[in-house]
């Protein structure tokens, strides 16, 4: 299983980006599929996350601005980020797993390699 995340880049705040994460050897609609950050200094975190139902799950601090969604037929999931701070910048992860818990790093079995977002004036 390969997941490739791009889409990363430099952004003012307030502004906006989608991230993309394009998934090889596994199918994104029966997987869980989750993004996580990690800002310099800090643990990964978990961000946001989809189910094979399409069930979605957010952290608090992304609630209203975040929204993660799916192509199946694309094999890819997105990351659309919207009113962006600079605490939001970090360097973004997909991961694909089978369990049905999504907060956890460790329920996740395959990771990308990470897109770099930056929110800066």
């Known amino acids: 299983v390969q997941l490739q995340a791009y889409g990363g880049g430099l952004v003012q705040p307030g502004g906006s980006l989608r991230l993309s994460c394009a998934a090889s050897?596994?199918?994104?609609?029966?997987?869980?599929m989750g993004w996580f950050r990690q800002a310099p200094g800090k643990e990964r975190e978990f961000v946001a996350a989809m189910a094979w139902s399409g069930t979605t799950y957010y952290e608090d601090s992304v609630k209203g601005r975040f929204t993660i969604s799916r192509d199946n037929a694309k094999n890819t999931v997105y990351l659309q980020m919207n009113s962006l701070t600079p605490e939001d910048t970090a360097v973004y992860f997909c991961?694909?797993?089978?369990?049905?818990?999504?907060?956890?790093?460790?329920?996740?079995?395959?990771w990308g390699q990470g897109t770099l977002v930056t929110v800066s004036s």
């Open positions: 050897g596994a199918s994104v609609s029966s997987s869980m």
């Open positions: 991961a694909a797993g089978q369990k049905k818990y999504y907060y956890r790093r460790s329920y996740y079995d395959y």
